[in-house]
């Protein structure tokens, strides 16, 4: 019983320090957002070039069916109008391949994109691929991403369970919904 509570411990140490580690040197507020294309849980292909125009909430986490992946996912579902309603795309990306991702999104009911990055490369372009247990995985990061595709917002450390309102709040306060200005 104690070598399972000392693996627990080692897990949940290991993915909060994951949580620190800073992102790529060229992924930084204010530069543009590395380009990707990836497919979805159905096989669909998606590129950050397809949410020109819009925020994306593009966040990386380490494991599909994993307890806190799960309430990370759950809560933006959850709250999937508060983010439509601010023009604001969710993407969540993780190493697990298609198949993973399709039984995690249908058993949760999930209604927006999770990206499939089994070589990592994607995760490699943000800074957040990391190995842990001698698995690869992405860091619990998430990547907020401006209508030009530029980076407004880094998170570096997440809480899974108020991860979303931290981020409703900052899209509020970017001004995401609102009408673009535009001179006549």
């Known amino acids: 019983m104690k070598r399972i509570l000392l693996t627990v411990l080692s897990f949940a140490t290991a ?7 800073a992102a790529a040197p060229n992924v930084t507020v204010g530069r543009p957002a590395p380009e ?21 909430v593009l966040y990386f986490y380490p494991k599909d ?3 806190g992946c ?3 996912a ?22 697990d391949n298609v198949g993973s991702h399709k039984k995690f999104a249908d058993k949760y009911g999930l209604p927006f994109p999770l990206l ?5 490369t994607t995760a490699d372009a943000y800074g ?17 991403i401006d209508p ?24 509020k306060s970017l001004g995401a919904g609102e009408p673009s200005k535009q001179s006549p």
């Not at 959850?78 to 795309?89: C, E, G, H, S, T």
């Not at 499939?116 to 990592?120: H, R």
């Open 74 to 95: 759950c809560q933006f579902r959850d709250n999937i109008f508060a983010f439509r309603d601010l023009n604001a795309q969710i993407l969540g990306v993780s190493l």
């Open 70 to 72: 799960t309430t990370e």
């Open 36 to 56: 990707f294309e990836l497919p979805d849980q159905s096989g669909q292909l998606h590129s950050l070039e397809d949410y020109r125009e819009r925020w994306v």
């Open 65 to 67: 069916q994993t307890p």
């Open 148 to 171: 030009d595709g530029n980076i407004a917002k880094h998170y570096e450390t997440v809480k899974p369970a108020t991860h979303f309102a931290e981020v409703l709040a900052d899209l």
């Open 15 to 21: 993915l909060v320090a994951g949580s620190f580690a």
């Open 116 to 120: 499939a990055d089994p070589d990592g």
């Open 128 to 144: 957040v691929k990391t190995r842990m247990f001698g698995m690869k995985v992405a860091k619990r990061q998430t990547f907020l």
